[in-house]
T-cell receptor, first 114, second 110 residues
Framework: EAGVAQSPRYKIIEKRQSVAFWCNPI?????LYWYQQILGQGPKLLIQFQNNGVVDDSQLPKDRFSAERLKGVDSTLKIQPAKLEDSAVYLC????????????FGAGTRLSVL | AQKITQTQPGMFVQEKEAVTLDCTYD???????LFWYKQPSSGEMIFLIY??????QNATEGRYSLNFQKARKSANLVISASQLGDSAMYFCAMPGRYIFGTGTRLKVLA
């Protein structure tokens, strides 16, 4: 079974530029999460999707961050415009069903904003 | 509100010995769970073990066991017979809002 795929693995941009990250969850997983992990900290949940609907985006900085999950499969997370403090690893995770709590994570995208 | 606290920024353990990583939590939910994840230098979060608040026995998964003390609100991870490959960051987390602690960096010494 293929795991959660994320791309790119690394991205370097300058502040005020835009960037997008892509995630392909494990096949059949209805729930998808995006996390931000700043160096030295634990992951922070940004947004949770159930199929193609948003369940929780309370910690998503909506003035610059946006996310979508068209057709309930792949998802993209966008930052526009980026700030220095957005430098972090962006992790995508998926979960098979409401009854199963275990999340499966991708390898993440490491973003450096200069 | 939920909160996870990991007070050990770093730990060392000798190969083949056991080590305990601490985690305390706070929640007002009557039913909850606790996870532990491992994050090696490659960056991917790897699920290790899960404990539900109403589980009668402490969870075990191979060399990993969870010392769950509900009254103390602690869910410590015990790794037995440490291996060099266990060197990584370890995170305690709670589902629902998926709150993670700040992690403990474990280094296994040969």
């Amino acid at each position: 079974e293929a795991g959660v795929a994320q791309s790119p693995r690394y991205k370097i941009i300058e502040k005020r530029q835009s960037v997008a990250f892509w995630c392909n969850p494990i096949s059949g997983h209805a729930t998808l999460y995006w996390y931000q992990q700043i160096l030295g900290q634990g992951p922070k949940l940004l947004i949770q999707f159930q199929n193609n609907g948003v369940v929780d985006d309370s910690q998503l900085p909506k003035d610059r961050f946006s996310a979508e999950r068209l057709k309930g499969v792949d998802s993209t997370l966008k930052i526009q415009p980026a700030k220095l403090e957005d430098s972090a690893v962006y992790l995508c995770a998926s979960r098979p069903s409401r009854g199963a709590h275990i999340q499966y994570f991708g390898a993440g995208t490491r973003l450096s904003v200069l | 509100a939920q909160k996870i606290t990991q007070t050990q920024p770093g730990m060392f353990v000798q190969e083949k010995e056991a080590v305990t990583l601490d985690c305390t939590y706070d929640t007002s939910d009557p039913s909850y769970g606790l996870f532990w994840y491992k994050q090696p230098s490659s960056g991917e979060m790897i699920f290790l073990i899960y404990q539900g608040s109403y589980d009668q026995q402490n969870a075990t998964e191979g060399r990993y066991s969870l010392n769950f003390q509900k009254a103390r609100k602690s869910a410590n991870l015990v790794i037995s017979a440490s291996q060099l490959g266990d060197s990584a960051m370890y995170f305690c987390a709670m589902p629902g809002r998926y709150i993670f602690g700040t992690g403990t960096r474990l280094k296994v010494l040969a």
